[in-house]
């Protein structure tokens, strides 16, 4: 019965269910038990009316922008946890060098200077330990490719400098 309202099968199994519910819910109000289907009948035609008069947003748009945003934001906690595991795997010499230059945001020269080793040091090691923390989070997950690796470099620089979670 519903189906005569709208040519959607899904729009007329929304309308049949809500007709059965307001019906079950109303079913205190059906005076004669002979005129039942007319009675249920009213109430379906009534639903589909309703149905019809929603203002329904458009889905694709809504869904598409909530779930990229969802997504980059589960990938970029995964990233953090990758990373904060990572940089708990390293020395403590190595974890001290990364501290001062992300979190304390010092210049290799400013390090080498607190360290009292030369700059060419820290400047070697600095890149040892980013291509290493690149590696074993690049283990941790499938390698992206060359435009979200780029990205991914600068998160990796980012969520260092915030520290341990």
């Given at each position: 019965?519903?189906?005569?309202?709208?040519?959607?099968?899904?729009?007329?199994?929304?309308?049949?269910?809500?007709?059965?519910?307001?019906?079950?819910?109303?079913?205190?109000?059906?005076?004669?038990?002979?005129?039942?289907?007319?009675?249920?009948?009213t109430?379906?035609r009534?639903?589909?009316f309703?149905?019809?008069?929603?203002?329904?947003?458009?889905p694709?748009?809504?869904?598409?922008?909530?779930?990229?945003?969802?997504?980059?934001?589960?990938?970029?906690?995964?990233?953090?946890?990758?990373?904060?595991?990572a940089?708990?795997?390293?020395?403590?010499r190595?974890?001290q060098?990364?501290?001062l230059?992300?979190?304390?945001?010092?210049?290799?020269?400013?390090?080498?200077?607190?360290?009292?080793?030369?700059?060419g040091t820290?400047?070697?090691?600095?890149?040892?330990?980013?291509?290493?923390?690149?590696?074993?989070?690049?283990?941790?997950q499938?390698?992206?490719?060359?435009?979200q690796?780029?990205?991914?470099?600068?998160?990796?620089?980012?969520?260092?400098?915030?520290?341990?979670?």
């Open positions: 019965m519903a189906y005569r309202y709208t040519s959607n099968p899904n729009e007329a199994e929304d309308i049949a269910q809500d007709a059965l519910l307001r019906a079950w819910r109303r079913r205190s109000t059906l005076r004669d038990g002979a005129r039942r289907k007319e009675w249920l009948g109430i379906v009534n639903e589909a309703r149905q019809h008069a929603r203002v329904r947003p458009d694709v748009e809504s869904v598409e922008t909530w779930e990229g945003a969802e997504d980059e934001q589960i990938l970029s906690t995964v990233e953090r946890a990758d990373l904060h595991a940089l708990g795997r390293l020395d403590e190595d974890r060098l990364i501290q230059r992300y979190s304390e945001d010092l210049t290799q020269e400013a390090i080498a200077r607190r360290l009292g080793i030369p700059d820290v400047k070697v090691r600095l890149h040892r330990l980013r291509h290493k923390l690149r590696s074993e989070m690049g283990a941790a499938a390698m992206p490719p060359a435009p690796r780029i990205a991914a470099t600068r998160r990796i620089s980012s969520a260092a400098a915030r520290g341990p979670m």
